[in-house]
C-alpha cells in the first residue's frame, strides 16, 4: 500500500475515511447531504484518477486540479463551455476542503488542506432574484378556487409561504408536532420549522381575525391533522405530537372538511 492511499500505520485508507467522513455529514445533516457529498467526492477522485493521483497526493497538484474541476459542467449540461456560478464553485471546494478537515481533526494528522488557499470567487447573494410585483402576487392567489379543499389547501400553504419566507423543502417538511395554539380570544398558530444544519425557525402566524390571513386559511382549509386537547382549560392547548405532515396530499382529501376538534 502506498503513500497516496495509507493514511496512518494502521493502514487506514482513504476509502474507509471517506466512508467516516461520509456518515459524519449524514448524522449533522441529512441524507441528502451525504448523497451531494457523496457525488461531488467521486467525481473529484475520478478525475484525480485519470492523472494516477488521489486524494493524499502532491498538495500543489491537488490544488490546481480542484481549481480547474470546480469550474467544470456536467457532460449533460445545458451550458456547455460556461463557468459554473460563483456559488456552485465554492460550494465544490467547501464540500472537498471539508475532508480534509475532518482527517485533521478526527485522526489528528499532520496533512495539507491543499483547497484551502484555492482562490475563491466572490458571491452577490440573490443577484438573480427579481421580486414579484404585490399585484401579481395577490392577483395570483385570489385566481385559487378555495371551494374546494385542494384549494383552501393551495391557498393556505402559499400565504404561509409568503408570509413566512421559509424553504419549500422546510415548509413540506411541517409535522403536527410543529403547530401549536397560542392566546385565547386572538388565537395565532406557531409554526417551528426544521431548517438546514438541523436548525429550528419558530414563527407565529397572523391571528384569526383576519378571513385570509395564513391562521385563518390553516384553520379552513382543514390542512392540519391535529388541534387541540379536551381536557382542562388550561391544558387545551398543548404542543401537538402527531408525526403526520399538516399538508394534506390532494389524492388524500375527500369531499368533507375534517377540521380539528376545538376550533
Same mark, same amino acid.
Given at each position: 500500500?502506498?503513500?497516496?492511499?495509507?493514511?496512518?500505520?494502521? !493502514?487506514?485508507?482513504?476509502? =474507509?475515511?471517506?466512508?467516516?467522513?461520509?456518515?459524519?455529514?449524514?448524522?449533522?445533516?441529512?441524507?441528502? @447531504?451525504?448523497?451531494?457529498?457523496?457525488?461531488?467526492?467521486?467525481?473529484?477522485?475520478?478525475?484525480?484518477?485519470?492523472?494516477?493521483?488521489?486524494?493524499?497526493?502532491?498538495?500543489?497538484?491537488?490544488?490546481?486540479?480542484?481549481?480547474?474541476?470546480?469550474?467544470?459542467?456536467?457532460?449533460?449540461?445545458?451550458?456547455?463551455?460556461?463557468?459554473? =456560478?460563483?456559488?456552485?464553485?465554492?460550494?465544490?471546494?467547501?464540500?472537498?476542503?471539508?475532508?480534509?478537515?475532518?482527517?485533521?481533526?478526527?485522526?489528528?494528522?499532520?496533512?495539507?488542506?491543499?483547497?484551502?488557499?484555492?482562490?475563491?470567487?466572490?458571491?452577490?447573494?440573490?443577484?438573480? &432574484?427579481?421580486?414579484?410585483?404585490?399585484?401579481?402576487?395577490?392577483?395570483?392567489?385570489?385566481?385559487?378556487?378555495?371551494?374546494?379543499?385542494?384549494?383552501?389547501?393551495?391557498?393556505?400553504?402559499?400565504?404561509?409561504?409568503?408570509?413566512?419566507?421559509? #424553504?419549500?423543502?422546510?415548509?413540506?417538511?411541517? #409535522?403536527?408536532?410543529?403547530?401549536?395554539?397560542?392566546? #385565547?380570544?386572538?388565537?395565532?398558530?406557531?409554526?417551528?420549522? !426544521?431548517?438546514?444544519?438541523?436548525?429550528?425557525?419558530?414563527?407565529?402566524? !397572523? @391571528?384569526?381575525?383576519?378571513?385570509?390571513?395564513?391562521?385563518?386559511?390553516?384553520?379552513? =382549509?382543514?390542512?392540519?391533522?391535529?388541534?387541540?386537547?379536551?381536557?382542562?382549560?388550561? &391544558?387545551?392547548?398543548?404542543?401537538? @405530537? =402527531?408525526?403526520?405532515?399538516?399538508?394534506?396530499?390532494?389524492?388524500?382529501?375527500?369531499?368533507?372538511?375534517?377540521?380539528?376538534?376545538?376550533?
Amino acid at each position: 500500500m502506498n503513500a497516496e492511499t495509507a493514511l496512518t500505520s494502521a !493502514h487506514l485508507t482513504i476509502d =474507509s475515511a471517506v466512508a467516516e467522513w461520509l456518515t459524519q455529514k449524514e448524522t449533522i445533516g441529512s441524507k441528502r @447531504t451525504r448523497a451531494e457529498y457523496q457525488e461531488t467526492m467521486r467525481r473529484f477522485r475520478a478525475l484525480l484518477a485519470q492523472g494516477s493521483l488521489d486524494l493524499l497526493s502532491n498538495p500543489i497538484d491537488i490544488a490546481r486540479i480542484a481549481a480547474l474541476w470546480a469550474n467544470m459542467r456536467e457532460v449533460n449540461s445545458r451550458r456547455p463551455g460556461q463557468d459554473v =456560478s460563483p456559488a456552485m464553485y465554492n460550494q465544490r471546494l467547501a464540500i472537498l476542503s471539508s475532508f480534509y478537515t475532518f482527517v485533521q481533526e478526527t485522526y489528528k494528522l499532520d496533512i495539507p488542506n491543499p483547497i484551502k488557499d484555492v482562490k475563491k470567487r466572490k458571491v452577490q447573494a440573490y443577484a438573480a &432574484a427579481l421580486p414579484i410585483a404585490p399585484e401579481t402576487v395577490e392577483n395570483g392567489l385570489e385566481g385559487i378556487d378555495r371551494t374546494s379543499l385542494q384549494g383552501l389547501r393551495d391557498y393556505a400553504l402559499l400565504a404561509v409561504a409568503l408570509y413566512t419566507g421559509r #424553504r419549500a423543502s422546510e415548509l413540506a417538511g411541517l #409535522r403536527g408536532r410543529d403547530v401549536k395554539l397560542q392566546g #385565547r380570544t386572538q388565537v395565532r398558530i406557531q409554526l417551528t420549522f !426544521h431548517c438546514k444544519g438541523n436548525k429550528d425557525w419558530i414563527t407565529c402566524t !397572523h @391571528t384569526m381575525g383576519s378571513s385570509s390571513s395564513p391562521c385563518q386559511m390553516m384553520r379552513r =382549509s382543514g390542512c392540519l391533522t391535529a388541534g387541540r386537547t379536551k381536557g382542562r382549560r388550561s &391544558a387545551r392547548r398543548r404542543s401537538v @405530537t =402527531s408525526a403526520q405532515p399538516i399538508w394534506i396530499p390532494a389524492k388524500s382529501m375527500r369531499c368533507d372538511i375534517r377540521l380539528p376538534s376545538g376550533w
